[in-house]
């Protein structure tokens, strides 16, 4: 079932992203995971609330939140990059900014 066929809140991860690091460094629960995970760590990067079970592009469509206006919107690198634009939270050195 896809997210928006569920009367059920969507459940959420919360992603930490190094500064120029190519992939993710972290999966999160919570925020405040997140946040003492950067802590402990002293890490630089962004820390975002993703939803669980579809992409960034999709959702963004889907909840008018983006509306594809060029031709190069939904294509394969468009949709790949895309970013949803949701709550995170700066990270400096292993402290919220």
């Avoid at 992603?15 to 946040?35: D, L, M, T, W, Y």
């Avoid at 630089?44 to 669980?52: A, I, P, R």
């Amino acid at each position: 079932m896809s997210p928006d066929q569920t009367s059920s809140p969507v459940p959420t991860v919360w992603i930490f992203h190094g500064e120029g690091a190519p992939f993710a460094a972290g999966v999160f629960v919570s925020r405040a995971e997140g946040v003492a995970w950067a802590q402990r760590h002293g890490v630089t990067g962004q820390l975002t609330e993703y939803l669980v079970g579809d992409g960034c592009y999709d959702v963004a469509v889907r909840t008018a939140t983006f509306r594809p206006t060029k031709p190069h919107h939904g294509s394969p690198g468009h949709i790949a990059g895309f970013s949803s634009g949701g709550e995170h939270v700066h990270i400096v050195d292993g402290l919220p900014d």
